[in-house]
Nanobody, 123 residues
Framework: QVQLVESGGGLVQAGGSLRLSCAAS????????MGWYRQAPGKEREFVAA????????HYAAPVKGRFTISRDNAKNTVYLQMSNLKPEDTAMYYC????????????????WGPGTLVTVSS
């Protein structure tokens, strides 16, 4: 199991930016594809972005493509989500997790969820 702790959320105005971080425990971080997910109030958790273990390939959900950028630092066991041009509909709790196989578009999460970090975008 890998333990995950997200940070970097906050309150931002529409059009603003935030950078989320996810610190993972364990020595196997670099062997996993990693993803970001979000859950808005009253809605199911949804996939946002994923990055393959090497960092060479990334994937985005349609609503965030062109605005969000996922990256990782395997030396720091950390994955990031740079969010720009934020919209009120991006308001949600954001979570990271290892994913099963992003190269085959399988974003099934593998580990227990962390506490998440709340992003609130005001209009």
């Amino acid at each position: 199991q890998v333990q995950l702790v997200e940070s970097g959320g906050g309150l931002v105005q529409a059009g603003g930016s935030l950078r989320l971080s996810c610190a993972a425990s364990g020595r196997t971080f670099s062997s996993y594809d990693m993803g970001w997910y979000r859950q808005a109030p009253g809605k199911e958790r949804e996939f946002v972005a994923a990055i393959e273990r090497s960092g060479d390939s990334v994937h985005y959900a349609a609503p965030v493509k062109g605005r969000f950028t996922i990256s990782r630092d395997n030396a720091k066991n950390t994955v990031y989500l740079q969010m720009s041009n934020l919209k009120p509909e991006d308001t949600a709790m954001y979570y990271c997790n290892a994913v099963l196989d992003s190269s085959r578009y399988n974003y099934t999460p593998l580990h227990t969820w962390g506490p998440g970090t709340l992003v609130t975008v005001s209009s």
